[in-house]
């Protein structure tokens, strides 16, 4: 792209720099594209004017971009659980935030799904290393556990109120209507109970005054003398660019498993389509490292039939509830005679990958849940209960007849931007993550008990920033860095490298990565993968073709943009995965079957060295 | 098998076009499978989705003109499949539409009307068990939008005389919970109560099967009956 590098700002119809300086709410400009751009267009009407109409191709001729410019004090990137939570922090503290949200009608991440989760209660509280956040492990950094969990009082960490005061109605009742809470043990700290609704958190964000700008993607983010100033993204529905200014930026982005594999509509991940990992990629192109990328969290969910294939919103699946039912492919269930009351996550998953590589798998690597006993029925939750009758009305399919093929789904991934206890990236100041590396160490990702309160914990801390050392900024305004991006991204809106188009590259990372990243991971299939991306990069990227050109809701632009950013994570995560010679967290590596605490209790980073992905092992975070 | 697809960028197309497609059929294939499918390996076509489980509502369109949520609607291997964007509202482009209208009214409605915060004592009183039974349901509605472009008269009148079956769950969603303090009969009065024809067409579409409108309906007019708000010519 150095050839395009040409870029200058219009004269007369583009923003004055000292306009650009003083807009308070929001400001128009346009940027002239580099006259490569403006003659690659194909319909351009010569020597890359701006200009031309009349053919079904219009809005590519114009060779220059629109963008508009919003200043915030705080900008929240995602309004999902976290994205949210900090929204609310934010008005509880009286601050101004804009929240930019990747999907429509305000909600995204896991406030976008209108499903139910389960909540958790605190009975007793309990210090930071004996915390109910199941996210504390041996490569969790401790500092940020003891600050998150010492932030906020047990009342403020009691997520059951907070889903109350917010719009969540009943929880769960019994037959009397009195208030039955799905886990409560004795002499244990938590309880807890379905029927959460996240989605009404979107909502109280809404009540709150925040400006919210939805249908927009991040996919860059602006520094200043090495520290961040806000994000520029990118307006789905008008393609227009938007630049974000700020003087803290808070990424409440959620996990990236849309890497991982692909069945008919999605990859093997309840994630949302949004889930493309757009600011994680941003921040490690600007220079942030990747962190935890080969960790993931899984549970156990239905593949067919395949348009609902690993959603547990609208599939059927197994969780430790139901283990007594979970058999392999030999009618051997694996499970029984287990004590199931502390069987955890990941020796769940770990169990089930096991008898996956000892030859009891499904024909989609999966094993089976046998729903034909009424018990197992009984013990599934009600996010799965309820697809029962929808299976039957919509597919004429009788759970009750079958065993269910199921598969190890990624509900979460871990690869993040590496943090400091503030949850601040380091080496970045001014961007905040509220799930950033080192949060979850080995967990794979959040829960939502923690999204919550890491959301409240970022912006608290990205408060006392923008009032400290993020008071003067921005002091001047990159520019350079704005065109840069503007360019990039209308570059790859008319790349017409005769290759293939971005959803089949994309297909492509999917596949390689889901190789690569797999509870069972085999070492030759991972260095076959990780091969594979490196192709992909060189051979694939280069030479995408676009099949369309236009402006507005062009979803192979935006496929494009996303298939960059998935290269990026996909590569992090396969080679973080193929570097770490053991088993841990989630996953299963038949060659190195033993967790091995004295070689590999390290957390791995990539970082971006002049264009190419380096990775190393860092130590663990310790308290002082 | 054949899909036709609505096509129309209202930037710069004076008029939607119809597009046809020959793929592969499977079974139990989706529509979203289709348009996937389509996407990838024919050419671009703009529509949305998230869940692929009915709780997003961001894959709300047509098919053969019935309004549906693509996740989990099939497509028919011998017939025809012709597929628009969801009724009665603003094109984006092709099968993308601007649903803002319901989605920040619904937003509003469902903000609790209360004079002080829920206490703990409150979340775990017991409660009157038909009311949960009747609020639980409530909670699945994904505020697709199928059922707004199904109502008979939201589209014959548009949304002024009656909010539309996605609203009035809503204002039934606050009616029925024991922690709203504000006026929810008079809300759902306001918003159309009695314009409603009880047709039953949003409770057909609807994929949060667990709900029932028509009771619903019921319950509220009833309160609104006793309250004194029934029309002399309703």
Not at chain 1, 148 to 167: C, K
Request: hydrophobic letters at 40%; aromatic letters at 8%.
């Amino acid at each position: 792209m150095d050839s395009e590098r040409s870029t200058t700002r219009t004269e007369g119809t583009g923003i004055s720099r000292r306009a650009f300086l003083g807009g308070s709410a929001v400001a128009f400009g346009t940027i002239m594209l580099s006259g490569a751009l403006g003659t690659a267009t194909g319909c351009s009407t010569g020597g890359g004017a701006a200009g031309g109409s009349g053919s079904s191709g219009a809005e590519n001729a114009s060779a220059t971009a629109a963008f508009e410019l919003y200043d915030t004090e705080i900008l929240i990137i995602g309004g999902g659980l976290a994205g949210s939570h900090a929204a609310l922090q934010a008005h509880k503290q009286g601050k101004d935030v804009a929240v930019v949200e990747k999907g429509p009608f305000h909600f995204g991440g896991a406030c976008g799904y209108n499903w139910c989760n389960w909540v958790n209660f605190i009975q007793t509280d309990t210090p930071w290393d004996q915390s109910e956040d199941f996210v504390l492990n041996e490569l969790t950094n401790k500092k940020i556990a003891k600050a998150t969990h010492e932030a906020f009082t047990v009342e403020e960490r009691n997520l059951l109120l907070r889903y109350a005061q917010e719009g969540n109605n009943l929880f769960v009742r019994d037959e009397d209507g009195t208030f039955a809470p799905g886990l409560d043990m004795p002499g244990y700290p938590l309880f807890g109970t379905f029927n959460g609704f996240p989605r009404y958190f979107t909502d109280s964000v809404e009540r709150t005054g925040a400006r919210i700008f939805d249908h927009t993607m991040i996919t860059d983010v602006i520094i200043e003398d090495g520290a961040c100033i806000g994000a520029v993204g990118l307006h789905i529905p008008t393609g227009v660019v938007r630049v974000f200014r700020a003087k803290a930026t808070i990424s409440c982005t959620g996990a990236s498993s849309w890497i991982y594999g692909w069945n008919t509509v999605a990859p093997t991940s309840i994630n949302s389509p949004d889930n493309t990992g757009d600011v994680d990629a941003a921040a490690y192109r600007r220079g942030a490292a990747l962190q935890d990328s080969e960790f993931f969290q899984f549970d156990l969910i239905s593949m067919y039939p395949m348009g609902l294939a690993a959603t547990f919103v609208g599939g059927i699946g197994a969780d430790n509830l139901c283990c007594e039912y979970i058999c392999d492919a030999n009618d051997t269930y694996f499970f029984r005679g287990m004590d199931y009351s502390t069987l955890d996550r990941i020796t769940f998953t770990r169990t089930i990958a096991k008898a996956i590589h000892d030859g009891g798998g499904s024909p989609n690597g999966g094993v089976y849940v046998d729903f034909s006993n009424p018990e197992a029925f009984a013990a599934m939750g009600e996010v799965y209960r309820r697809n029962v009758e929808l299976w039957r009305e919509v597919f004429g399919i009788d759970v009750a007849s079958t065993k269910l093929e199921c598969a190890l789904e990624a509900y979460e991934h871990g690869g993040n931007p590496r943090v400091d206890e503030n949850l601040m990236v380091e080496g970045m100041p001014g961007l905040f993550c509220s799930r950033g590396g080192g949060v979850y160490g080995a967990q794979g990702g959040s829960s939502v008990n923690v999204a919550y309160r890491d959301g409240s914990y970022a912006m608290m801390k990205a408060i006392e920033y923008a009032e400290g050392e993020g008071a003067k900024r921005p002091a001047s305004f990159a520019f350079d860095a704005i065109e840069e991006e503007i360019n990039r991204l209308h570059e790859l809106r008319l790349r017409q490298g005769g290759g293939k188009r971005p959803q089949e590259v994309t297909r492509m990372i999917q596949k390689a990565a889901y190789q690569a990243c797999q509870p069972t991971r085999e070492t030759e299939a991972m260095q076959q993968a990780v091969d594979e991306l490196a192709r992909i990069r060189s051979e694939e990227l280069p030479n995408m073709t676009l099949g369309d050109a236009t402006l507005t809701y062009n979803t192979d632009w935006k496929a494009a943009i996303e298939a960059c950013n998935l290269l990026d994570i996909a590569e992090a995560s396969s080679r973080a995965a193929l570097m770490r010679e053991e088993s841990r967290g989630h996953s299963y590596r038949p060659e190195y079957p033993e967790e091995n605490p004295g070689a590999w209790t390290c957390n791995i980073v990539a970082r971006n060295v002049d264009g190419a992905m380096q990775l190393e092992t860092v130590p663990v975070v310790e308290l002082d | 098998m054949k899909v036709t697809v609505q096509k129309f960028n209202p930037s710069v197309d004076a008029e939607p076009s119809f597009s046809e497609y020959d793929i592969e059929h499977w079974e139990h294939m989706t529509l979203l499978e289709a348009l996937v499918l389509i996407n990838d390996t024919i050419e671009p076509i703009a529509f949305d989705y998230s869940c692929r489980g009915r709780v997003c509502g961001r894959c709300a369109m047509t098919l053969n003109g019935t309004p549906c949520l693509a996740c989990v609607t099939l497509v028919d291997e011998g017939g025809k499949n012709e597929v628009g964007p969801l009724t009665g509202f603003p094109v984006v482009r092709d099968l993308i539409v601007d649903k803002t209208r319901i989605t920040d009214k619904v937003s509003r409605i469902l903000a609790r009307q209360r004079a002080f915060d829920l206490t703990l004592d409150e979340v775990k009183a017991p409660v009157d068990p038909d009311l949960y039974k009747k609020l639980e349901p409530l909670e699945y509605c994904a505020r697709c939008g199928v059922c707004m472009a199904a109502c008979p008269v939201v589209q014959m009148k548009g949304t002024k005389s009656f909010i539309g079956p996605t609203g009035m769950i809503a204002i039934a969603n606050r009616f029925y919970d024991p922690y709203d303090q504000g006026d929810r009969v008079v809300e759902a009065v306001q918003n159309g109560l009695w314009t409603c024809t009880e047709c039953g067409i949003c409770d057909e579409v609807c994929k949060a099967l667990e709900i029932d409108h028509l009771a619903t309906w019921k319950d509220l007019r009833a309160a609104a009956e006793a309250a004194g708000l029934k029309p002399v010519d309703a």
